[in-house]
């Protein structure tokens, strides 16, 4: 079975600091899908990015990075810069490539991040 | 609509009422999704719709819980005999074709006290 592994629950750091969420996956398929979510105060889930077990590239999208090792089934997430608006709860998340389970997310249990000025 | 929509945002009920959360996808997404997140549980998968159909129903806790989904569109998660232990936001998610890797859309979720 799947299961995904954030071991820091909570962190804070001070406005400016680089900060990284770490993610530890398992899984049987050699098909699968990795996902970070963001959920502010406000409740609702906000997608923030999707890699396959296929491309290990690293990717950049501005303040945001993320780094993808099969070799440690580790897919980490890192906020350069950290601001104030970043303080939030970060959801790992795992898709094993199963038609009859469609997308279906299994969840780290999340990484509160405080942010403070 | 614009984006997934749940209803109602807030549901306060005695041990032992029966609710129903209703959950509106994104127009033309066919896959649906529901989810729990209790306090120091993270977010736990109930159930997966295709159009009308239930592939994947594993995740439901129990016979109290059940599901349904209309037209394609609209689904309706219900508790019977709730419990105190069912206390949690139930979250509602929908994608567009239900294939593995495809994103997820969330709604802002139901807040589920039960007394």
């Known amino acids: 079975a799947q299961k995904v592994t954030q071991a820091q629950t909570e962190i804070s750091v001070v406005e400016k600091e680089d900060v990284t969420l770490d993610c530890v996956y398992e899984?049987?398929?050699?098909?699968?899908?990795l996902f970070w979510y963001k959920q502010p105060p406000s409740g609702e889930l906000v997608f923030l990015i999707r890699?396959?077990?296929?491309?290990?590239q690293n990717e950049i999208s501005g303040r945001y990075s993320w780094n993808f090792q099969k070799s440690t089934s580790s897919f980490n997430f890192t906020i350069t810069a950290s601001q104030v608006v970043d303080s939030a709860v970060y959801f790992c998340a795992l898709s094993e490539g199963r038609e009859t389970s469609g997308s279906r997310l299994t969840f780290g249990e999340g990484t509160q991040l405080t942010v403070n000025p | 609509g614009a984006g997934v929509s749940q209803s109602p945002s807030n549901k306060v009920t005695e041990k032992g009422k029966d609710v129903e959360l209703r959950c509106d996808p994104i127009s033309g997404h066919t896959a649906l999704y529901w989810y729990r997140q209790s306090l120091g549980q993270g977010l736990e998968f109930l159930i997966y719709f295709q159009g009308n159909s239930a592939p994947d129903k594993s995740g439901l806790p129990s016979d109290r819980f059940s599901a349904e989904r209309t037209g394609g569109s609209v689904s309706t998660l219900t508790i019977q005999r709730t419990q105190q232990e069912d206390s949690a936001v139930y979250l509602c998610?929908?994608?567009?074709?239900?294939?593995?890797?495809?994103?997820?859309?969330f709604g802002s979720g139901t807040q589920l006290s039960v007394l």
């Open positions: 890699r396959n077990s296929f491309d290990e």
């Open positions: 899984t049987r398929d050699t098909t699968y899908y």
């Open positions: 998610a929908s994608s567009f074709r239900g294939q593995p890797g495809e994103k997820l859309f």
